[in-house]
């Protein structure tokens, strides 16, 4: 990932830079902790813009990597509301570019295209999600089945038809592995076999939600559907810039 540099900060004789990509990493737990019941990515913008006095904007520029924070108190006060430990989490030197910001791996046009396959499926699979309410529309009334056993059998059919929507996600993924087998992709297939599965299973099911684990040791508990495909597609973002 080419990282964009920002304003330089001089502290203790050495050159620091703000590390967009901390930002954006840290501000996706700060979304998912604002966000419960599904506010919009923008509306989580201006939830921190305001806590720090600064435009719903420039909050979003430094998500698009431009310009970042103009002063080192911007820097300590980000810090602070994003929950780091240390400003200095949100710092980098250019000396120590490659330990704190993933560059760009370089890949063969072949990969390229393996790589947006994958991508194309997520999102259309993804947009699908979105359209549906994360697929509640989708969501029978078993209730209205009285035999226990057409009623287990009902609900067995419906999330088979949702695995095989996230199935075709994986199969491309399947078709293309040979072409990335030399890559490191264990971060795309938990997206794949088991972010995904959760995306949909989770959300439907209240009571599954309640306990299901997602990255960074946080649950889905009353998070929406919306933060959840939001969570998603900022990970898978996240995975791909290392290509594009």
């Known amino acids: 990932m080419n990282t964009k540099t920002s304003r330089a900060f001089h502290i203790d004789g050495v050159t620091y830079y703000f590390n967009f990509l901390a930002f954006k990493r840290s501000f996706r737990t700060y979304n998912l902790q604002n966000n419960p ?23 979003h520029g430094w998500l698009c990597e431009k310009n970042g924070p103009i002063d080192l108190n911007a820097v300590k006060g980000l810090a602070t509301e994003l929950g780091l430990e240390s400003y200095m989490e949100l710092l980098y030197t250019k000396e120590r570019l490659e330990d704190d ?8 046009d072949r990969q390229l295209d393996s790589l947006k396959k994958i991508y194309d499926a997520f999102i ?9 309410n994360g697929f509640n529309d989708y969501y029978p009334d078993f209730t209205d089945i009285e ?10 059919e419906f999330y088979k038809e949702l695995h095989d929507k996230m199935y075709k996600v994986a199969l491309i993924y399947q078709q293309e592995s040979i072409v990335l087998h030399q890559l490191d992709i264990e971060d795309l297939e938990d997206l794949i076999y088991e972010d995904l599965p959760s995306l949909y299973v989770d959300q439907l099911d209240p009571e599954e939600r309640k306990d299901a684990i997602i990255r960074e040791d946080r649950t889905w508990r009353e998070v929406s559907w919306e933060v959840a495909r939001e969570y998603i597609l900022d990970r898978l973002n996240e995975f791909m810039y290392q290509y594009f």
């Open 37 to 59: 019941k599904g506010t919009t990515l923008t509306q989580c913008e201006e939830i921190l813009a305001g806590k720090l006095k600064v435009g719903q904007g420039t909050v």
């Open 124 to 132: 259309i699979f993804l947009d699908e999600y979105s359209q549906t």
């Open 101 to 108: 910001i993933p560059m760009k791996i370089t890949v063969t």
């Open 147 to 156: 035999d226990a056993n057409e009623r287990r059998d009902a609900e067995i």
